[in-house]
């Protein structure tokens, strides 16, 4: 079959990397794509159609007969791009308009928790800005202030007293720094402990979940400076062993799919829940309606069964059929390389070289986000064709690659990942040095047992 992917960020080039090599599939078409997905392979194709088109993407795949179509981001799910696809009888992935509102509404998310007795931080919704000042007059301890809309990751400022929740609700609803997002915001507690991705893919019946990641969302190493769409991501995450994650399934996932069931908003697709250790446990932040990006990349590095064969039994409603996913036991690590002033205003069109001797070393991926081709260039001749390959590739985005690698331990995969960073330049290029480090304490507590079990085995 054909498939159509809708999107243009390193998710959506890792999606495409994967489905192309899936038996089941003759060619790939990414809407609109970016530079990694233009040159990945000959099975491989970018389409220039905006992933908000709706009309002009279905015509593509009904010319094209598209057998799948995958969508990658957010956006397109939210505005119901399932509904538009699904009322042409068009197979495609992912949630429809009224189940995607679990991300693209925090207050909508917030309530399903609550319904679901989903373990969650307290809340309270605000549409209006005096009554939400009024709220925090009262208040003086940590607090989440949160735009109640999509943000593309950046809604969400954490406050460490009440002078800092008021700046933030200004922010949003006054300032709009996150535009029509911030109409409606959602004042939360803050919850202590380490953070923790944990995915799943449903039917509304069965729930497949995935192995743990663990994702960086602040810019800076040491979990310093603003909120960004993830620095990068590693998985497994040990801080989440079998026992856990276990009772993630039973506590936080199950009750999540039957509350939507009871909503009358069936939940079809990838369920992202961005969770919170703390000493009581795992409580749900805030729930995704697609793959994460940067946690997409490592976990399709270590996952060795075929997506499509998931993503047709999800759409088929027979989930319960298929065997459960087998996994690579290596380890995978995802560093981001961003562009300069990223996640404030950053510049665009800068040559990006070293692709080719970072993409040449072992069990190394690199995955494209914010790429483009350069226009106007002739076709490489060949002789020159790897130098010039590489000059015709140039930023095009906050965060522009996703250097992925795999190792034996979480500590291999780091210095292979960072290995293969080092041999990528561009202007002003800068990445995260501490990507995975909270593994560590869980690496070294395993690698003492592995001694002291060998000691007495002695």
Known sequence: MNVLIIGSGGREHALSWKIAASPLVNRVFVA????????ESDDIENVEINELDFAALIKFAKQNKAGLTVVGSETPLCAGIVDAFNSENLRIFGPDKAAAQLEGSKSFCKDILHRGDVPTASYNVFNDYNDAIQYLQNRDVPLVVKADGLAAGKGVIVCRNRSEAIDAVYRIQKRREF????????IEERLDGEEVSVLAITDGKTIL?????QDHKAAHDGDAGPNTGGMGAYSPAPIVDDKMLQWIEERILVPTVHTMNSNNTPFKGVLYAGLMITKQGPKVLEYNVRFGDPECQPLLMRLRTDIVEIFEAVIDGKLNKISLPEWDKRSAVCVVMASKGYPGEYSKGDEIRGLNDAANLPDTKVFHAGTTLKKNESKPLPETAEKQTEKQIVTNGGRVLGVTALGKTISDAKLAAYTAVKKIRWDGAWCRKDI???????ENLENKNETKEDEDKV
Not at 32 to 39: D, I, K, L, S
Not at 209 to 213: E, F, G
């Open 32 to 39: 609109p794509g970016n530079a990694g997905t233009a040159t």
């Open 179 to 186: 535009g029509d997002a911030g109409k409606k915001i959602v």
């Open 209 to 213: 979940t995935l192995q743990p990641a």
């Open 436 to 442: 995975s480090d909270k593994a560590n304490k869980y």
